[in-house]
T-cell receptor, first 113, second 113 residues
Framework: TQLLEQSPQFLSIQEGENLTVYCNSSSVFSSLQWYRQEPGEGPVLLVTVVTGGEVKKLKRLTFQFGDARKDSSLHITAAQPGDTGLYLCAGAGTTDSWGKLQFGAGTQVVVTP | KAGVTQTPRYLIKTRGQQVTLSCSPISGHRSVSWYQQTPGQGLQFLFE???????NKGNFPGRFSGRQFSNSRSEMNVSTLELGDSALYLC????????????FGAGTRLSVL
């Protein structure tokens, strides 16, 4: 059972369109990470959000952490083919369990030229 | 700064054999976590080691074990391999004060025939 629910599971869009990926849970997390993974490679860290209501921007990517620290979203503006990949959210619990991330199932994003 | 290094990148084994995977963390990172990634289950936490001690453990059978050395390098071992153990095994390292921020290696792709 995935404690972190990601939606949608799959997104196929044209270059230049916008997209949003959601990550929801009934659990409170001390922090939430977003990763992007390419086939056959390990996940690459995009951002970490820690404070409820926090918004972080990374070029065309905007990340938001919910006020109650139970949910998060990733918004990509004007998507490019290089944004193609598996996007994963991962939550960390208490200090003793920071090394034990709980992952969502992932959202496969495909951006076509 | 070198990233997380996992060796080997690919392994092919037969049922009943055992396998050892290796992980060298980022310099200065003392926590190492291991995850199993499969198409059906996604990323699942195996265990975390810190200062040569297992600090957290996931819900995997005792055939899965690990250890950490004084230089923070870690190994994981799977004994009596089963077909279902075929997966991408990922290692991640983090600082003590990471708040859940982990950096992943490229993984070891294990195929059990």
């Amino acid at each position: 059972t995935q404690l972190l629910e990601q939606s949608p599971q799959f997104l196929s869009i044209q270059e230049g369109e916008n997209l949003t990926v959601y990550c929801n849970s009934s659990s409170v997390f001390s922090s939430l990470q977003w990763y992007r993974q390419e086939p056959g490679e390990g996940p690459v860290l995009l951002v970490t959000v820690v404070t409820g209501g926090e918004v972080k921007k990374l070029k065309r990517l905007t990340f938001q952490f919910g006020d109650a620290r139970k949910d998060s979203s990733l918004h990509i503006t004007a998507a490019q083919p290089g944004d193609t990949g598996l996007y994963l959210c991962a939550g960390a619990g208490t200090t003793d369990s920071w090394g034990k991330l709980q992952f969502g199932a992932g959202t496969q994003v495909v951006v076509t030229p | 700064k070198a990233g997380v290094t996992q060796t080997p990148r690919y392994l092919i084994k037969t049922r009943g054999q055992q396998v050892t995977l290796s992980c060298s963390p980022i310099s200065g990172h003392r926590s190492v976590s291991w995850y199993q990634q499969t198409p059906g289950q996604g990323l699942q936490f195996l265990f975390e080691y810190f200062s040569e001690t297992q600090r957290n453990k996931g819900n995997f059978p005792g055939r899965f074990s690990g250890r950490q050395f004084s230089n923070s390098r870690s190994e994981m071992n799977v004994s009596t391999l089963e077909l279902g153990d075929s997966a991408l095994y990922l290692c991640a390292s983090s600082k003590v004060t990471s708040q859940g921020i982990q950096y992943f290696g490229a993984g070891t792709r294990l195929s059990v025939l």
